[in-house]
């Protein structure tokens, strides 16, 4: 389930008591609800699901997977040092 | 967690194979359309001409009467689009130019055209105004002339504004057989640009899923660009308008009548951002997605290279890609190279393509 | 498109399937829960991409699968009354009920409309005060806080035309019930990515360490999917229980504060009954009761069907992973996306469906090392 697209926040405002986005989806524009990322500002992209942005990308996140692919490039092998674990 | 569940239930309704009502699914160019034409319109009008089930139906005079007359290309269509005006254009421009790409994919010059009106009482006359003059721009734009028409009204509430059926006629020059039957192993798939424009552009404007583009319908008369691409390639096997159903359905018929394959390729095939923007975020694909003003052709391997120059010089043609090719693998079907590597089948649609949210 | 077209990139791909061959030196059967993952593994064809021994299966994360079938004969009926208009997600018009479906209900003459957002909803009740407006409310965890804001909204405003008809179920107790179940076969899961950028993960934790398996939250372009069942695999071979975030440009462990705080005072936890499974103890939502006055099950009083059981369909079996679709004997025959027999036909995200557009049908994958298990039914 759950298909939740990125786009960018383009314009911000409020309609109803919420905080609503117009948001760029590579050209098309959708009026989303921003209410549950408040902290949203023009130029975060946002993952959207049925009208919602749901959640804020992280950019330093999101490179993750190439730097780990390049650390690949470089040894020419696989990288060994296990991913990330959560603490618990 | 105290009872472990027991999964040995199963749980299934009981099957829908026969539907009471005609559908909307039943007029979308997929499964269930052709479904319909197979079981029910085939078999009461059944004759070879229909039976080919082309874009066109090519007629020959000759031999009545002791006439020597050239083969006639006859088509018809219905337009039945909302809203009926549009970003791009109207339902009128939409009739005029599908009437006349039904007859020139088949290699036909379109000459003639019929319109019957089907308009609901209450119906603006200011709109019926604007439908018609656009009517007679698209007329010009194509050099095809109105020759005959009717005009119809019904009670309010019983005909959605305006339908329009239309009817055209052309030549085919001799010696000229296009046919969906005709694509054989090795010939090469190419679209003359975009895809999925029209479609969008219409979705873009649908109550409940309306959303801010500048996309707009590529609805447009194809006829100069498959003059141009006939006479630079006289060996190409068929031509098609991917209308409803979109490409997928176009290439499902091919693949059936000819009793080929047919491989994409995904990275080849020509996308604008605004159309790509839109099916991911409805969930949409575009291989699905209507189009108008496009088309695709299937040419020997030989010529493809040098047809693909000439669509490109062409202002209709700019975006033009080859985007597959004619196997002998999986008769009958449509496999798509997809852009991580893996492939998969593209079937042909069931019925509507609806918007998820999964 | 940004934050797509990179997850798309053939030549990462690429060396993502190296190192993932690299890593595999033992058979593993990983479950991917979420539909939309489903959707991506069949479209991009990365079961091929994967090395030999690697089998995925695909679990129940299809909310229009799941819902029961006595949920869609109730939509059926109040989507049939004259007063109301009927909003919907594309997905849910086409699965089956005992007799028909939702667009067999609008060929008929009902007024059911399509729409993008649940807010939708609010506008056509504001355009239409004589009508009463039902959103059919489905989804995962994923689409509560859409929900939940739509009935927030409805009361904050003051609608009296306004209900929701809920099927909102929940992916922690589903996963549990398939590790608890004596047929399991899974060792590892991808965790459902949107549904953990709503919920966080934190919950997933104890059951990690429960079954003593790995949990990878992953997200839904092609490079997340061979990521998550890289890290996944890395975990199996090196005997590691837990959770990892594949995802984690799109969720945090903690989760959205701000959805949680909204879902919490909208929706309660309730037992749900799941098509293909059976009822699994607090593993849905239902409107909590400071808004039982939108409940549209309360408003209508419609009475479930119930209706017997067909043998033929074995989507429970695929729901819960123990069957592909081209074991079903009925797959691709009688039953098929313009005829379905079951829910995971009719979804595009049923698994099914799936298969059969992207049309394993013909090309079965090849057989994991590792036997399936045979089932008693």
Redesign the interface.
């Known amino acids: 389930m759950c298909l939740g697209i990125p786009g960018k926040v383009t314009e911000t405002y409020r309609e109803h008591d919420m905080l609503m986005g117009k948001v760029d989806f590579g050209g098309v524009f959708k009026r989303v609800c921003l209410e549950h990322v408040p902290e949203s500002k023009i130029g975060d992209y946002v993952i959207v699901h049925v009208g919602f942005a749901l959640s804020r990308i992280d950019e330093g996140e999101a490179r993750q997977i190439f730097n780990f692919l390049e650390g690949m490039n470089e040894l020419g092998e696989l990288q060994l040092g296990g991913p990330d674990e959560v603490p618990r | 967690?105290s009872k472990?569940?027991?999964?040995?239930?199963?749980?299934?309704?009981?099957?829908?194979?026969n539907?009471?009502?005609?559908?909307?699914?039943h007029g979308s160019g997929g499964?269930?359309t052709a479904?319909l034409i197979q079981r029910l319109f085939l078999p009461a009008f059944g004759n070879e001409i229909l039976s080919a089930l082309e874009d066109q139906a090519t007629v020959s005079l000759s031999g009545m009467n002791g006439l020597r007359a050239p083969r006639l290309a006859f088509t018809t269509d219905s337009f039945v689009v909302r809203p009926i005006f549009f970003p791009g254009g109207d339902i009128g421009k939409l009739a005029v130019h599908g009437t006349v790409n039904d007859l020139a994919v088949g290699g036909a010059k379109p000459l003639f055209l019929s319109a019957a009106f089907i308009l609901e009482e209450g119906l603006a006359m200011v709109d019926l105004r604007r439908i018609v003059s656009s009517m007679r721009e698209a007329c010009a734009l194509a050099e095809i002339s109105l020759v005959t028409g009717d005009t119809k009204v019904v009670d309010r509430g019983k005909g959605d504004q305006i339908f329009i059926a239309t009817s055209g006629i052309g030549i085919v020059p001799d010696g000229r057989a296009l046919s969906i039957r005709a694509a054989r192993p090795g010939d090469r798939i190419l679209v003359s640009g975009t895809i999925g424009d029209h479609g969008?552009a219409i979705m873009?404007v649908r109550?409940?899923?309306e959303?801010?583009?500048?996309?707009e319908s590529d609805s447009a008369p194809l006829t100069d660009l498959t003059r141009v691409m006939l006479e630079a390639c006289p060996g190409i096997r068929c031509m098609r308008d991917p209308t409803r159903g979109g490409l997928s359905s176009a290439l499902n018929e091919l693949a059936v009548a000819s009793g080929v394959g047919v491989e994409l390729h995904e990275a080849s095939i020509p996308l604008?951002?605004?159309v790509?923007?839109?099916c991911?975020?409805?969930?949409l694909d575009p291989l699905y997605v209507a189009n108008e003003g496009k088309l695709i052709a299937v040419a020997p391997p030989a010529d493809a290279d040098r047809l693909l120059e000439v669509m490109r010089s062409h202002p209709l043609g700019r975006n033009a890609a080859i985007i597959g090719e004619v196997v002998e693998d999986?008769l009958g079907?449509v496999?798509m190279h997809?852009?991580?590597?893996?492939?998969?089948?593209v079937?042909m649609l069931?019925?509507e393509q609806?918007?998820?949210?999964? | 498109m940004k934050y797509l077209d990179e997850y798309r990139d053939p030549a990462a791909a690429n060396k993502l399937r190296q190192a993932l061959k690299t890593a595999t030196t033992r058979p593993w059967t990983i479950m991917e829960v979420c539909g939309g993952q489903t959707h991506t593994i069949v479209k991009y064809g990365i079961d091929e991409l994967l090395p030999p021994g690697i089998e995925l299966v695909h679990g129940p994360g299809c909310p229009v699968c799941v819902t029961p079938l006595e949920l869609i004969d109730k939509a059926i009926a109040i989507a049939s009354q004259p007063e109301v208009i009927f909003c919907s997600f594309g997905d849910m018009l086409r699965v089956p009920g005992s007799r028909r479906d939702l667009f067999g209900v609008k060929a008929a003459g009902g007024d059911i409309r399509i729409v993008y957002s649940p807010l939708d909803c609010l506008r056509i009740a504001e355009q239409n005060p004589a009508r009463t407006v039902v959103f059919f409310a489905v989804g995962f965890e994923t689409t509560a806080p859409a929900n939940a804001m739509a009935v927030w909204q409805a009361k904050r405003r003051g609608f009296k035309n306004f209900a929701v008809l809920v099927s909102h179920v929940l992916v922690p107790p589903a996963m549990t019930a398939i590790l608890a179940s004596p047929t399991n076969r899974v060792q590892g899961f991808l965790g459902a990515g949107h549904v953990c950028s709503v919920m966080g993960y934190e919950e997933y934790e104890p059951l990690a360490d429960r079954f003593g398996i790995p949990i990878v939250i992953t997200g839904f372009e092609p490079l997340d999917l061979l990521e998550g069942v890289y890290r996944c695999v890395r975990m199996l071979e090196e005997g590691r229980r837990g959770v990892e975030n594949q995802y984690a440009r799109a969720v945090q462990r903690q989760g959205n504060a701000a959805a949680l705080r909204l879902i919490r005072d909208v929706f309660e936890v309730t037992d749900r009954k799941w098509r293909g499974i059976g009822t699994i103890p607090q593993s849905g939502f239902r409107l909590s009761s400071a808004y039982a006055e939108f409940d549209a099950e309360r408003r209508f009083a419609v009475e479930g069907v119930q209706v017997a059981e067909s043998s033929v369909c074995i989507s429970g079996q695929i729901l819960q992973g123990l069957k592909k679709p081209h074991d079903c004997p009925v797959f691709g025959k009688s039953c098929t996306p313009e005829n379905p027999l079951g829910a995971t036909m009719v979804s595009s995200e049923g698994a099914c469906a799936a298969y059969y557009n992207y049309g394993r049908f013909r090309h079965p994958a090849p057989a994991a090392t590792g036997k399936l298990e045979k089932v008693n039914v």
């Open positions: 967690m472990v569940i027991d999964f040995d239930q199963l749980s299934c309704p009981v099957p829908l194979s539907y009471e009502h005609v559908l909307l699914g499964r269930l479904d969008i873009s109550e409940g899923i959303f801010e583009t500048v996309l604008r951002p605004e790509r923007g839109a991911e975020m409805l969930g999986h079907m496999t997809s852009v991580v590597g893996g492939e998969r089948v079937t069931a019925g609806l918007p998820r949210i999964c």
